[in-house]
Nanobody
């Protein structure tokens, strides 16, 4: 299984970015998709996740600013990020979770700076 994340880049504080993750297999069924991030010197943390039924979960830092969505027909998951802050700077990873295994993408760098 391969996950290809894209959409990262440099954005000013208050700006927006949309991350996308393309998966090499079907993501419908019993597969939860998620976005995690890792800032320099910090542990990787969950940003948002979405279950097969579409239920979402957000880190407190992401609530009200980020929106996760999935397109099962296209095998993609996206993360719309708004009102970005410098503390959102990190490498963002998409993750595919199923009962038997977890798979990670290679990460895409988001830098929020003026």
């Amino acid at each position: 299984v391969q996950l290809q994340a894209s959409g990262g880049g440099l954005v000013q504080p208050g700006g927006s970015l949309r991350l996308s993750c393309s998966v090499s297999r079907r993501i419908w069924g019993d597969i939860t998709m998620g976005w995690h991030r890792q800032a320099p010197g910090k542990q990787r943390e969950l940003v948002a996740s979405i279950t097969p039924s579409g239920s979402t979960n957000y880190a407190d830092s992401a609530k009200g600013r980020f929106t996760i969505s999935r397109d099962n027909a296209k095998n993609t998951v996206s993360l719309q990020m708004t009102s970005l802050k410098p503390e959102d700077t990190a490498v963002y990873y998409c993750k595919l979770h199923m009962i038997t295994a977890d798979y990670w993408g290679q990460g895409t760098l988001v830098t929020v700076s003026s």
